[in-house]
């Protein structure tokens, strides 16, 4: 860590964060760096290890500097008993801009399937008011409606009107372009239109997104009152829920796999293109 901070150039903000393994105590001769809102009172070696770092660098532990009327938001780390919590995922920031960060608490409810809690930072970023242009975002035509012969003839028989309009005009050639680019364009979107937005996860149905909502009413159950047999409800319908994702996903790319393989055999690897003498 030390290696890969120092080689970051010294005029960028620079931010830590992250499971250090480090809990950080309420030493008065180190208030300045660790505040006096950690969770533990004593600093374990890996915190002072973390502590020597951050003081030879000016950094701020910024995860230990926030009061929270509940000690449940500062927990990071819950043990395996269930019993045993530890604040050992921290947020460090350079000294000069300790002031951007606003807040640094765990969220509970958030279900991470994991030991660890989500730790939320509220950072606020003071940045230029400089304006960037915006660039629309591009769209592609819908090709495979070229495949439907209609589509087809009526997008060709356009082609060939704007060759045989282009053969009698004398234009500059920057016209030609721009003439032959808008006739193209405005075909295309009334021939084939454009594509639809395509899903990336179209093997997530209606099953899974149930195991999930389950999972997660299990999660909060389990966080408003966490006894032993809530946990082993949660961790059961976890299992269960990571077995149907895993299921749906394994047979929607099967199933991909399959039809590649069948359009190779039939020589559609590539999709059709538009014949024309252009």
Known sequence: MEETYDSIPSNDLKVILGDLNAKIGKEKE????????????????????????AESRTLIISSTYFPHKKNIHKRTWAAPDGVTFNQIDHVLIEKRFVTNILDV???RGANCDSDHYLVQVKYRCKISCQRYKQ????KKFNTDKITESDK????????????DNRANKEVMVEGIWVDFKTAVITEAEKTLGYQEKRDNREWFDEECRESINLKIKKYMEYMG??????????????????KICRKKKWAFVNEQLLQMEEDFKNNKTKKPLVESNI
Do not use: M
Not at 32 to 46: A, C, P, Q, R
Not at 135 to 138: A, I, L, N, S, T
Not at 152 to 163: L, P, S, T, V, W
């Open 225 to 242: 009152r966490p006894t032993r047999a809530r946990n082993e409800a949660y961790k059961e319908e976890r299992r269960k829920a990571d």
């Open 30 to 53: 180190h208030r300045g760096v660790i505040g006096s809102e950690s969770l533990h009172d004593t600093t374990n070696h890996n915190g002072i290890k973390l502590i020597d770092f």
């Open 105 to 107: 608490r765990t969220l």
């Open 152 to 163: 087809r003839e009526a997008f060709q028989n356009k082609i060939k009107e704007i060759n």
């Open 135 to 138: 660039y629309e975002k591009c």
